[in-house]
């Protein structure tokens, strides 16, 4: 098992910003690709961003491209999600995941793209 600790939720009110953290252990971490997905209560989880390794290529789902920033630093091995300008709509649980970074195609913004999970964290946005 690799453990993904992410940490950062809460609640937050609409226009609002909170960053998620994700400490990875157990791994190569500078040379892996990392995630954030995303699962609203009675939905399936959603990519919401990627980055490769040195920070390149990086992916964003649609609905969060000029809100959300994904960073990370390899010498703390964490992953980081930067949310601004919070809406009701991005409340789920947001969870951190590792992959290969050869991963290609539909790959990079699948579940199966990624072989380690964190836990979750709750994000709650209130309107």
């Known amino acids: 098992q690799v453990p993904l600790v992410e940490s950062g939720g809460g609640l937050v009110q609409a226009g609002g910003s909170l960053r998620l953290s994700c400490v990875v252990s157990?791994?190569?971490?500078?040379?892996?690709?990392m995630g954030w997905f995303r699962q609203a209560p009675g939905r399936v989880r959603d990519f919401v961003a990627r980055?490769?390794?040195?920070?390149?290529?990086?992916f964003y789902r649609g609905a969060v491209k000029g809100r959300f920033n994904i960073t990370r630093d390899d010498a703390k091995n964490t992953v980081y999600l930067q949310m601004n300008n919070l809406k009701p709509e991005d409340t789920a649980v947001y969870y951190c995941a590792a992959g290969r970074s050869d991963r290609i195609g539909a790959a990079l913004t699948s579940d199966y793209g990624y072989d380690y999970w964190g836990q979750g964290t709750q994000v709650t946005v209130s309107s």
């Open positions: 157990g791994l190569s971490f500078s040379s892996a690709a």
């Open positions: 980055i490769g390794p040195n920070g390149k290529p990086v």
